[in-house]
């Protein structure tokens, strides 16, 4: 049985289109996180967007890196904690393509770097639970903390 997924936030603020896009994978069609293991697998192999097993809290919190609302998927048979706007049903789905796109955009650049990837998992501990923490490379900053623009060094 899997733990309930960690309170990230005391309350999380949706817009009416993150609500929506919520609602919209809840439909019982295949969610996939499109591109989540280009690095790992090729970009066009199936393996490289996944289909997450099962979305099993919604609404769960704000990610720890982009403040964006997050859901816990199951992939892999552990929970794994996602922003919301990561998940997409097939690349078919008009609803979803923006997403689908985004990413390929991204991976448009890193066509030069050899084992580049859009998105790393984290481990977190909470309550005696594990979780996978999704965090893609936009969300991260990318200066090292202390190196941010107009800072001043003693």
């Given at each position: 049985?899997?733990?309930?997924?960690?309170?990230?936030?005391?309350?999380?603020?949706?817009?009416?289109?993150q609500?929506?896009?919520?609602?919209?994978?809840?439909?019982?069609?295949?969610?996939y996180?499109?591109?989540?293991?280009?690095?790992?697998y090729?970009?066009d192999?199936?393996?490289?967007?996944?289909?997450?097993?099962t979305?099993?809290q919604?609404?769960?919190?704000?990610?720890?890196?982009?403040?964006?609302p997050?859901?816990?998927?199951e992939?892999?048979?552990?929970p794994?904690?996602?922003?919301?706007?990561?998940?997409?049903?097939?690349?078919?789905?008009?609803?979803?393509?923006?997403?689908?796109?985004?990413?390929?955009?991204?991976?448009?650049?890193?066509?030069?770097?050899?084992?580049?990837?859009?998105?790393a998992?984290?481990?977190?501990?909470?309550?005696?639970?594990?979780?996978?923490?999704?965090?893609?490379?936009?969300?991260?900053?990318?200066?090292?903390?202390?190196?941010?623009?107009?800072?001043?060094?003693?």
């Amino acid at each position: 049985m899997t733990a309930p997924a960690p309170d990230l936030t005391a309350m999380t603020v949706t817009t009416a289109t993150q609500q929506e896009h919520l609602e919209h994978l809840t439909d019982g069609a295949p969610v996939y996180l499109p591109y989540v293991t280009v690095g790992h697998y090729l970009r066009d192999d199936p393996a490289a967007s996944p289909i997450v097993a099962t979305l099993l809290q919604p609404n769960a919190g704000k990610h720890p890196y982009s403040g964006k609302p997050t859901s816990v998927v199951e992939r892999d048979g552990r929970p794994l904690i996602v922003a919301t706007d990561r998940l997409a049903h097939a690349r078919e789905c008009d609803h979803c393509l923006p997403t689908w796109e985004r990413y390929e955009a991204i991976l448009d650049e890193l066509v030069d770097e050899p084992g580049a990837m859009v998105s790393a998992r984290m481990t977190l501990h909470h309550d005696g639970g594990e979780y996978g923490l999704l965090v893609d490379a936009e969300d991260l900053d990318d200066e090292p903390s202390g190196e941010k623009e107009g800072a001043t060094h003693a």
